[in-house]
């Protein structure tokens, strides 16, 4: 009878080993990404209670030019620039380490196209934010504080295929240093341009371009200066071929993440038409604000999930890449059920921080049990999202998203309010059961179906690396 026993034994303290070297390198990229996230959230924040000193104007021009025009942008670009979580993971599994650098360049160079693309937005926002029903004067100055932010515009096209590159060759310590010193000068330069110069509400636009190019510059820099010595090898002809393979890619994961990053925008503007709507409205606000920040740590594990998936799909090993995306799911999840029943057990104080005003608090109370299953929802779908990119199913899940949030999740939503009259609570509840729910039980789904021996064959490169690849080991044999 003891022979099995210790066995058994011998076998769950095995698992426990193997579970924690999987957690190591999974918190390697999370940990120094949570804290990434976070310090260009608060860089926002910071910003934004700035320019709330300076009068209610100003506050509103900056929050809308940051959550509606810059919102749209940086939505897109970052899901564009999540393409190189798949190459640059795959590439880096498979000891492929020159090809990181030119899938790098690649990007740089669809990004800041598709930059001047989306300018309009920055050239035109009074007039679109007229359109959409936005008092005049606040128009007026978010428009002229968007051409302010056309730099930082820019700055999305190198820092996020940056940021990408050096997780996936796992130097995430030089992505969290570089955040804190450009959040320590964003500090710095938001007093002094709005304090000691007295520039207004330019100033605070100027603060956030300044704190966005120290991110590409610190990170640039240690990229060229000899940090990368193996995967960045100078710039790259080679960076100009298989461009439009490269853009289909991107876009397929711009789009998958700007369906889920306009859902909720959506939710705002949908409660924003009821009657009678500006408590409701306040109230949504201030956990969506809530929800913003907690959500830093699964859109970090949406990135780890990616990337570590991708490695060991690169590297030919199918049980290690699945081993990845349970531990990536499970720690998420406990991290969101912390955080939910965090939420359900303070659901009477949360409102406090932000508002004192008792017919808000009230709302904010109703609304607490949803905002827990928000958090919670949350903790899963963009952990499994994150696997898709690390399997390079980013067209898959944008197809998903589509329907589930946009087929199911808004009309849902719609009818909750405008037939059954539930309010924003009906609202919220029908897009989040409706879509974000179903959303994530489809791709759970789909993800135990998958094959993920035929995948680790298979992973995704373009065909010209797949020709000189065979190339190479040709080349080897007649050798």
Avoid at 33 to 58: D, K, P, W
Avoid at 310 to 318: Q, S, V, Y
Avoid at 330 to 348: D, E, K, Q
Avoid at 378 to 391: E, I, W, Y
Wanted: one cysteine or more.
């Amino acid at each position: 009878m003891e022979a099995p026993l210790l066995g058994d034994s011998r076998e769950i303290q095995d698992l426990k080993q193997i579970i924690w070297i999987e957690s190591k390198k999974l918190w390697f990229i999370v940990g120094p990404a949570i804290f990434c996230r976070i310090s260009i959230y608060s860089m926002n924040v910071i910003t934004q209670a700035f320019a709330g000193h300076l009068g209610e104007t100003e506050l509103a021009a900056i929050s809308i030019v940051n959550n509606v025009i810059t919102g749209f942008t940086f939505g897109l670009l970052l899901g564009m620039a999540s393409a190189l979580e798949t190459l640059c993971g795959q590439a880096f599994g498979a000891k492929r380490y020159h090809m990181l650098g030119v899938y790098m360049q690649r990007s740089w160079i669809v990004l800041f196209l598709c930059c001047i693309l989306l300018l309009p937005f920055y050239i035109f926002a009074s007039p679109i934010l007229k359109l959409l029903g936005q008092p005049q004067n606040v128009a007026e100055l978010s428009g002229y504080v968007a051409l302010w932010m056309i730099p930082i515009h820019f700055s999305f096209a190198f820092q996020f295929p940056l940021q990408r590159f050096l997780q996936c060759q796992l130097k995430n310590s030089v992505i969290a240093w570089v955040s804190l010193f450009a959040l320590i000068v964003h500090l710095v330069v938001s007093w002094l341009f709005v304090y000691g110069l007295s520039l207004g509400v330019v100033g605070t636009a100027v603060t956030l371009n300044i704190s966005w190019w120290v991110l590409v510059v610190g990170m640039l820099l240690y990229v060229v200066c000899g940090g990368c010595p193996l995967t960045w090898t100078g710039f790259s002809i080679e960076a100009f071929s298989g461009l439009f393979e490269f853009l289909k890619l991107s876009v397929s994961s711009g789009i998958m993440l700007c369906l889920e990053n306009w859902y909720y925008r959506i939710l705002i503007l949908m409660t924003g038409n009821m009657k009678n709507a500006e408590i409701a409205v306040d109230a949504l606000s201030i956990c969506m604000a809530i929800n913003g920040w907690e959500m830093m740590i699964p859109l970090a594990f949406f990135a780890g999930a990616g990337i570590r998936v991708a490695n060991e799909l690169g590297a030919g090993n199918a049980k290690g890449a699945r081993f990845a995306a349970i531990v990536s799911v499970t720690t998420s999840v406990v991290i969101g059920i912390f955080f939910c029943l965090l939420i359900i057990i303070f659901h009477n104080a949360i409102g406090s921080i932000f508002s004192s005003s008792k017919p808000v608090l009230d709302a904010v109370n109703k609304l607490t049990v949803l905002l827990a299953f928000t958090i919670l929802f949350n903790s899963v779908q963009p952990v499994l999202s994150g696997m898709a990119v690390g399997l390079g199913w980013q067209a898959r899940v944008a197809y998903i998203n589509i329907a589930c949030y946009y087929i199911v999740g808004l009309p849902v939503g719609f009818l909750m309010e405008w037939v059954f009259h539930q309010g924003v609570e009906g609202i919220w509840a029908g897009m989040i059961f409706g879509g974000t729910a179903f959303q994530t039980l489809i791709i759970a789904v789909i993800t135990v179906r998958c094959d993920w021996e035929k995948e680790a064959r298979n992973f995704f490169f373009f065909e010209e690396t797949k020709l000189l690849y065979m190339y190479r080991e040709r080349l080897n044999i007649t050798q």
